[in-house]
């Protein structure tokens, strides 16, 4: 069984920073894909960025140039960056993983609130 656990979010006034990072614990498992997602009250979860074993990234358009994810192997660790944030980035960010062959993980989520 695999535990994901993201961990940095909070309380941030529009155009500060804020960095999510995400542990996947468990054995005898080997992790593919890792991505961040986010879902706003009355909104659908959507993609925010995915980073691939090899490094390759994935943005949303709207965080583009904004955040930056980015992932540890030997810690099985991936982390979000967050940069010059908008109210309009608040939400509760899951992390989501998979191990091969394709399983997805979720965490529980963490809200980030950007607010003056």
């Known amino acids: 069984q695999v535990q994901v656990v993201e961990s940095g979010g909070g309380l941030v006034q529009p155009g500060g920073s804020l960095r999510l990072s995400c542990a996947a614990a468990g054995s005898g498992f080997s992790i593919t894909d890792m991505g961040w997602y986010r879902q706003a009250p009355g909104k659908q979860r959507e993609l925010v960025a995915t980073?691939?074993?090899?490094?390759?990234?994935d943005y949303d358009e709207s965080v583009k140039g904004r955040f930056t994810i980015s992932r540890d192997n030997a810690k099985n660790t991936v982390y979000l960056q967050m940069n010059w944030l908008k109210p309009e980035d608040t939400a509760v960010y899951y992390c989501?993983?998979?191990?091969?062959?394709?399983?997805?993980?979720w965490g529980r989520g963490t809200q980030v609130t950007v607010s003056s």
């Open positions: 980073v691939s074993r090899g490094g390759r990234t």
């Open positions: 989501n993983i998979y191990t091969y062959p394709g399983n997805p993980y």
